[in-house]
């Protein structure tokens, strides 16, 4: 399967991007899907995750209530809607699927992802 997210881009502190994260080669219906970030001398951390039948997400503190992700199954697309960006947002985003079918329903261990899209850059300015 390869993941390819796009969205990203140059936003003023206050605005909005939404992230997409398309699946192509194989369906990922059936796979927990997560988002990740990495920013600049940092370590790549969880953002978000959706279930494979989106009925259960979780979210860093940090993004809980200005993010939301989402997915299309018919699309075999994931999304990261992010609203009230911070400059402190700013990072390289990348989408990921779960190792296995249904299992784990949900979870924020990257090890437990075993395809990585390529990342897309999100920058905001304050």
């Known amino acids: 399967v390869q993941l390819q997210a796009s969205g990203g881009g140059l936003v003023q502190a206050g605005g909005s991007l939404r992230l997409s994260c398309a699946a192509s080669?194989?369906?990922?219906?059936?796979?927990?899907m997560g988002w990740f970030r990495q920013a600049p001398g940092k370590e790549r951390e969880f953002v978000a995750v959706?279930?494979?039948?989106?009925?259960?997400?979780e979210y860093i503190d940090s993004v809980k209530g200005r993010f939301t992700i989402s997915r299309d199954n018919a699309k075999n697309t994931v999304y990261l809607q992010m609203n009230s960006l911070k400059p402190e947002d700013t990072a390289v985003y990348y989408c990921?699927?779960?190792?296995?079918?249904?299992?784990?329903?949900?979870?924020?261990?990257?090890?437990?992802?075993?395809?990585w899209g390529q990342g897309t850059l999100v920058t905001v300015s304050s």
């Open positions: 080669g194989r369906s990922v219906s059936t796979y927990v």
């Open positions: 990921a699927r779960g190792l296995g079918p249904y299992y784990p329903k949900v979870t924020v261990d990257l090890k437990l992802y075993g395809y």
């Open positions: 959706i279930s494979w039948n989106a009925d259960t997400t």
